[in-house]
């Protein structure tokens, strides 16, 4: 299973469209499980990561194979990313991608992660970063599968 | 002037929606251009890129900076991205983006380039890249504004 665990609600109707697209195409090839947080909405960052914690902390479980998604993890091609999807998912039932909020991710998440990755050097809007993982653990599957994608 | 010239047409409406939205919030700091060339649709590569390559020469003059994206190209942060354009638009009126359709770019546009950006190592689907790109230049006219991004 991949599970996605993120923070802040869409708002734009264009986006959620594009997810509930790319959450159907996945769930071909995977069961899928997206829960949102919601925003603390408070400018302190140490209270907000550390509510955030809590919450995320109440969503994962000892078998989850984390990956965080962080600035500075590792960036991977989207062939390796469906390598390492692939590879995971032979020794583990569940992958967990954990996306922070405005203010990143808490050091003791950071400190569960299996895995961190990054996709970019560049800052993207939450909403924007939910379809482009979403799109990529798509092209994972259809690369793993030897399906042909249609870009 | 931001021209962008990209192969391809937007198919999906979340896209289009999408699209119009940050053009209509581009605009409020600068004449924007988006030149969409039509998807050759041949499974030839050299003859694909030299038929694009036509196509984006016709579309461009000596006055353009011109920005390709490339995988290879250098990744910058949204923070030094912004500068890149603050610091371009100084000395140039046109910053032209150019976006390769499914097989990239011909050795001559490339040798055209001014500036080889990459925005990720994985390989994204031209109609999200397009949202992407769009998404980070209206980003880096907020920072050149000193505005708030609402996130």
Do not use: W
């Amino acid at each position: 299973m991949i599970k996605i665990i993120c923070v802040g609600k869409i708002k734009e109707k264009f986006f959620t469209d594009a997810i509930k697209e790319y959450e159907k195409r996945i769930s071909k090839y995977s069961e899928l499980k997206v829960i949102e947080l919601e925003d603390i909405g408070l400018s302190d960052k140490k209270v907000v990561l550390k509510k955030e914690e809590e919450k995320i902390l109440k969503n994962i479980n000892s078998k989850d194979y984390i990956i965080t998604l962080e600035i500075e993890g590792k960036e991977l091609s989207s062939i390796d990313f469906s390598k390492k999807i692939e590879d995971t998912l032979i020794t583990n039932s569940n992958i967990t991608f954990i996306i922070g909020g405005s203010f990143g991710l808490s050091e003791s998440i950071k400190s569960l992660s299996n895995y961190k990755l990054s996709f970019s050097k560049m800052t993207f809007p939450h909403q924007l970063f939910r379809i482009i993982l979403l799109e990529q653990i798509y092209r994972a599957f259809k690369i793993i599968n030897n399906e042909e994608y249609h870009k």
